[in-house]
């Protein structure tokens, strides 16, 4: 009985790094939504969701996420 709650234990472990893992390749983006990225801060500014209209497959909140993680001048 021990070893199947460790067991559990362990798989919702994995289950936990799967889902930090599949979070990191999701802020990953091509180099040309990077360049549309950046174009469109600079004609609208924090408008996520108009960002993310352009880019196919993209929420506002990846967006975000994606520019405050690269681009965030605040330290």
Request: overall charge negative.
């Amino acid at each position: 009985m021990a070893e199947s709650e460790h067991s559990s234990s362990e798989n919702a472990s994995m289950d936990s790094i799967e889902e930090h893992s599949k979070q990191d390749s999701e802020l990953e983006f091509s180099d040309d939504e990077e360049t549309l990225i950046i174009r469109m801060f600079n004609l609208v500014g924090e408008r996520w969701s108009l960002i993310a209209g352009r880019i196919p497959g993209r929420t506002a909140e990846e967006i975000e996420k994606y520019w405050n993680t690269r681009y965030s001048t605040s330290q």
